[in-house]
């Protein structure tokens, strides 16, 4: 619902399956803003922070 909304108002959106695509997606895609979900499969939202976190990606400035 949220993503409908944000691609509505011309923001580019990509999502992730699991925790542990996320990571990957993003660092691979360095996107501006990262919304997490905290209960996600494989790896919850804590730990993709505290992943992305370990790892000193830029991403972790800009996580909801």
Same mark, same amino acid.
């Given at each position: 619902? &949220?993503? %409908? ?12 399956? !699991? ?12 996107? !501006?803003?990262?919304? &997490? !979900? ?5 790896? !919850? ?14 991403? %972790?400035?800009?996580?909801?």
């Amino acid at each position: 619902m &949220l993503g %409908t909304r944000l691609k509505g108002s011309g923001y580019q959106v990509i999502s992730a399956q !699991d925790g542990i695509q996320a990571v990957a997606m993003a660092h691979k895609e360095q996107p !501006d803003l990262i919304i &997490l !979900d905290v209960k996600m499969p494989a790896q !919850d939202g804590y730990a993709v922070f505290e992943n992305l976190k370990m790892c000193n990606s830029s991403a %972790t400035r800009r996580i909801i």
